[in-house]
């Protein structure tokens, strides 16, 4: 686990040392908030479920529906990890100047990539659901060393010409290649599939979720009233979820019957 441990602290950290190469402390501070806030919605839910993910996957990975069942959970986790990242981002430019001193308010520009890289880290952590059932962990510090090489190669590609922009963009990056390449290996010995149309589906809501935002934002301009009412485009992204076929009938007829009740 050393090399693992090793590794991924290349990856959680090189970003903001190299931006320190070639960028002021200022800068820094403002990456370092933008990076707390980005991945703290995504860690609190993926901290409890972390617990109960291992014992729930061996007791279903050998059942005649488990592959179904685990690749199931897989796009619900993901859903749900969207909307927790989303949620950051968008209200992010109404929370930063009532934590924060106006020097960090830029910190909302940088925090949807960050949180679009711990969506990609959390996703990891359940697809290598195939190497912890075939006990071949020791695949882990190979993927994680490739991921940590592509990490430093996109910082020292991407910070000094974008600064705080390009390391969120490199973490993003780093965590994309480590969900690829982990579920790459991890489905030589367990299947997990990716519904393509749903995770389509998933992130372009949200990509528009979020622009829908980004635009009211910029629109109201100072105006506080404006910005707060920008956080009701958070609804759009049930709406484009349920109007593009994300939910199956059955899915559709049990969020019905909840909101029912």
Do not use: Q
């Not at 014992?55 to 927790?84: C, H, M, Q």
């Not at 195939?130 to 910082?155: C, D, E, H, Q, R």
């Not at 780093?174 to 997990?192: D, G, M, Q």
């Not at 998933?202 to 009233?225: D, E, K, Q, V």
């Amino acid at each position: 686990y050393l090399p693992t441990a090793f590794f991924m602290y290349l990856i959680s950290n090189s970003d903001r040392y190299i931006l320190s190469m070639y960028s002021t402390l200022g800068a820094v501070g403002v990456y370092a908030l933008a990076y707390k806030l980005g991945m703290v919605g995504t860690s609190l839910l993926m901290d409890p479920f972390s617990k109960v993910w291992a014992p729930f996957l061996f007791e279903n990975y050998n059942k005649d529906d488990g592959p179904a069942v685990i690749s199931k959970v897989f796009i619900l986790f993901t859903l749900v990890n969207a909307g927790a990242a989303l949620v950051i981002a968008v209200l992010s430019p109404l929370v930063l100047p009532l934590i924060s001193a106006k020097a960090y308010h830029g910190a909302y520009a940088i925090i949807p990539l960050i949180c679009l890289a711990s969506i990609f880290y959390n996703m990891t952590c359940i697809v290598d659901a195939g190497i912890l059932i075939s006990k071949k962990t020791y695949y882990k510090p190979m993927i994680f060393g490739v991921s940590a090489l592509v990490g430093l190669g996109l910082n020292f590609l991407l910070v000094p010409r974008y600064g705080e922009m390009g390391a969120a963009a490199s973490l993003t990056g780093t965590f994309f290649t480590l969900f690829i390449i982990t579920h790459a290996v991890s489905n030589r010995f367990f299947e997990i599939s990716i519904e393509a149309r749903k995770m389509f589906l998933i992130f372009a809501s949200s990509l528009a979720t979020y622009f829908i935002s980004f635009y009211l934002i910029r629109l109201a301009g100072p105006s506080g009233a404006m910005k707060a009412l920008s956080a009701l485009s958070l609804l759009c992204f049930p709406a484009i979820l349920w109007a593009g076929g994300a939910f199956s009938e059955n899915e559709k007829k049990a969020i019905r019957r909840l909101f029912a009740r």
